[in-house]
């Protein structure tokens, strides 16, 4: 199941991104996924979902946009920064 192999690197992308202290807050990630990429969506949704759910992560979602082609890129970390939302 190569879904959860991509699932480790997002998380290490997260971690390269925003560290490993700030990884609790992390809220969303943002994922595009090609529908050529390869990849069985759902699975890899559960991969994401089981990993983002766990530490270092706390209840971080995975937010998939699917588009044309092979693309698979972390489009956006979505991080609590303590602050009011406005």
Known sequence: MHEMSLA????????????LDRLPQVTEVGLLVGTEAGIEIENFRFCLEALLTAPPFVNAKPALERCPGDDLRVTYLEVDDGSPED
Not at 8 to 19: M, N, P
């Open 8 to 19: 480790l690197e997002v998380c290490r992308i997260a971690e390269g991104q925003v560290g």
